[in-house]
């Protein structure tokens, strides 16, 4: 076995390393304060290639693997989430569906514009009623005189307000759902009857949006459908080959800011004094480090060994997968919980950044994917014939 990391991805880790230190963490307070991030800051990051880490270089991306991409993250997340989550859903569940199953015209028309950041794509699969059970979508489409009507309403859409386009998953066959009856259509903010909803209101993730997405009659053209005629009935495929994908990068950004909570805790328990010595010399407070040290180095091998995995085979590994986005963000959780204690009261202060990671990095084990439904996959893979 051969754990080191190539040379060019080396490299690339190293760049964005330098890019968080010098650039990204100085605001992460402020755009914790503002809810925004600012278009400068948009701007570097599109000069960077983030917007197009994973889209096939012929297209303008940087065309990087699955271990690639998930080094690349885990690096970005070690500063405010929000700044990882403006580009991930380009890179992921937004561009992916048109990635895998796209036509070329498709490829040719958003790809080149996705991967320079021009362009910001969003997922739009969940419903109020179809969250953890996406196939009870409610969204409907219908072809009417040669163009695609669709009507209905999502919610929790990541980048949603900020994205030009959605990959929208909507039934075109009722009696079917999962089975051949859900359409995944690429649909542009411009369309008659596509509009923005209302914006939500998070316990965390300040800087990155969710919204809601409303089609009212949406007006989509018949070459919209991803994948094209053929691939009508097929999207419930698509939304679960985009999930797989993306299930091992949300687990390298929680590996990546569980790695930065490590090393805020350690530098703190060195420096603060209490009954005259610092606290690190105290066994209780080793211990959580030793144990928080000890999950990462875990989580970390089983990251990178299905990254390399996926990259070795060049499909899905659709077990693994939900194994590492399981194990990786449930890990972190752990980890977020002993570096507030490691902190004390200043843990539940908001002048440190401990505070922020530890409501960030509870939505990592919602989305994309909540820990149950992770399991039920696991479950079924194992035991299916
Ligand atoms: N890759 C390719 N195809 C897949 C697949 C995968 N990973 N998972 C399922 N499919 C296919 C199945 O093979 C089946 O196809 P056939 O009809 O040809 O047999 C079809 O999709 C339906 O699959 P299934 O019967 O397993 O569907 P279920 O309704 O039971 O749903 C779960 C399966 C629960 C896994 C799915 O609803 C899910 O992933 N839910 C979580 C959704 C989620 O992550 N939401 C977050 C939103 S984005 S922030």
């Not at 040290?293 to 089983?302: F, K, N, T, V």
């Not at 972190?332 to 843990?347: P, T, W, Y």
Request: with cysteine; aromatic share 8%; hydrophobic share 40%.
């Amino acid at each position: 076995m051969d754990y080191t990391i190539p040379e060019n991805l080396a490299l690339m880790v190293e760049t964005i390393r330098r890019f968080v230190k010098k650039d990204l963490d100085p605001i992460s307070q402020q755009v914790e304060k503002d809810d925004r991030i600012p278009d400068g800051i948009v701007e570097a990051m599109r000069e960077l290639g983030l917007f197009g880490l994973s889209i096939p270089e012929e297209f303008g991306g940087l065309g990087l693997g699955a271990l690639g991409e998930c080094l690349v993250y885990e690096e970005l997340s070690k500063t405010n989430a929000c700044f990882r989550t403006r580009v991930a859903t380009n890179n992921g569940i937004g561009s992916q569906g048109i990635v895998l199953d796209g036509t070329p015209e498709q490829k040719e028309r958003y790809l080149p514009r996705l991967a320079s950041g021009e362009w910001t794509a969003c997922f739009a699969l969940t419903e109020p009623e179809a969250g953890s059970d996406a196939a009870n979508i409610q969204t409907t489409a219908e072809l009417v005189e040669g163009r695609w009507l669709l009507n209905g309403r999502k919610h929790f859409i990541t980048n949603g307000s900020e994205s030009h386009v959605a990959t929208v998953f909507a039934l075109t066959d009722k009696s079917k759902r999962a089975k051949g009856g859900i359409t995944a259509f690429i649909v542009e903010k411009t369309y008659p009857g596509f509009s923005v909803g209302t914006i939500e209101s998070k316990m965390g993730m300040r800087g990155s949006h969710t919204c809601e997405l409303i089609f009212d009659n949406c007006e989509v053209p018949a070459e919209n459908v991803i994948g094209g005629q053929a691939k009508v009935g097929q999207g419930f495929k698509t939304a679960m080959k985009t999930l797989d994908k993306g299930r091992l990068t949300m687990a390298a950004s929680a590996l990546g800011a569980a790695q930065r909570l490590l090393e805020l805790s350690v530098d703190y328990a060195k420096q603060r004094v209490q009954f005259g010595r610092p606290i690190a010399e105290f066994q209780a407070v080793q211990f959580m480090l030793a144990d928080m040290a000890s999950q990462i180095y875990a989580a970390r091998q089983m990251l990178y060994h299905a990254a390399w995995l996926r990259d070795k085979r060049g499909s899905a590994v659709i077990k693994e997968a939900s194994m590492v986005k399981l194990f990786c963000t449930e890990m972190a959780g752990r980890v977020a919980d002993m570096a507030v204690q490691v902190h004390g009261g200043m843990g539940y202060m908001k002048d440190y950044p401990v505070e922020r990671f530890y409501r960030d990095l509870r939505l990592t084990r919602i989305y994309e994917g909540t820990s149950e439904i992770q399991r039920l996959v696991i479950a079924r893979e194992m035991l299916k014939a």
